[in-house]
T-cell receptor, first 107, second 114 residues
Framework: GQQVMQIPQYQHVQEGEDFTTYCNSS?????IQWYKQRPGGHPVFLIQ?????EVKKQKRLTFQFGEAKKNSSLHITATQTTDVGTYFC???????FGTGTRLKVLA | ETGVTQTPRHLVMGMTNKKSLKCEQH?????MYWYKQSAKKPLELMFV???????ENNSVPSRFSPECPNSSHLFLHLHTLQPEDSALYLC?????????????FGSGTRLTVV
């Protein structure tokens, strides 16, 4: 069946450093959505990408959808302690979420 | 407040107990979902309801029994659970099934089976 893998599983960064998480699907996706879950919280919708090669920005966050629509990335510039949490992707196909990347930011 | 309300927030139950989790949304969404989130595991889909009809059952054991009386309410009835069922149970809703506009999650019920 379809799988959505994210790498890395964990990432510790110093505050101010950049961070990138990658989402890889075994099948072509019609769209990709990204969510953030703070420690002790619930997933919160961040953004959706639909077009091949699409790039969207939200302040320090940059989201990209691959040309083949099988992978995506989330890049955070100059991380802050408020960025701590787990970032999930989903292609919404069969409601499957990625394995998540847990980000810790060291002040 | 997310627009999706789950009760209770925390639940401790014995393996012989029967309990129910409740989810309510007033967002006008037509699809509702139950997800299970265990420690260090990805979100696992359990059930999907679209316009009150169950459209997905992700091979969930029968000790979990969902109920969707209308598009705004979703229940998860629990009976004879196992300790490995301890997890965070998340309810979500979306405008349509497999929605392009994102899922709205509730705050979850933290379940501990003793």
């Amino acid at each position: 069946g379809q799988q959505v893998m994210q790498i890395p599983q964990y990432q510790h960064v110093q505050e101010g450093e950049d961070f990138t998480t990658y989402c890889n699907s075994s099948t072509t996706l019609s769209n990709i959505q990204w969510y953030k879950q703070r420690p002790g919280g619930h997933p919160v919708f961040l953004i959706q990408l639909v077009k091949s090669g699409e790039v969207k920005k939200q302040k320090r966050l940059t989201f990209q959808f691959g040309e083949a629509k099988k992978n995506s990335s989330l890049h955070i510039t100059a991380t802050q302690t408020t960025d701590v949490g787990t970032y999930f992707c989903t292609g919404t196909y069969k409601y499957i979420f990625g394995t998540g990347t847990r980000l810790k930011v060291l002040a | 407040e997310t627009g999706v309300t789950q009760t209770p927030r925390h639940l401790v139950m014995g393996m012989t107990n029967k309990k129910s989790l409740k989810c309510e949304q007033h967002l006008g969404h037509n699809a509702m979902y139950w997800y299970k989130q265990s420690a260090k595991k990805p979100l696992e889909l359990m059930f999907v309801y679209n316009f009150k009809e169950q459209t997905e059952n992700n091979s969930v054991p029968s000790r979990f029994s969902p109920e969707c009386p209308n598009s705004s309410h979703l229940f998860l009835h629990l009976h004879t659970l196992q300790p490995e069922d301890s997890a965070l149970y998340l309810c979500a809703s979306s405008q349509e099934r497999g929605d392009s506009y994102g899922y709205t999650f509730g705050s979850g019920t933290r379940l501990t089976v003793v």
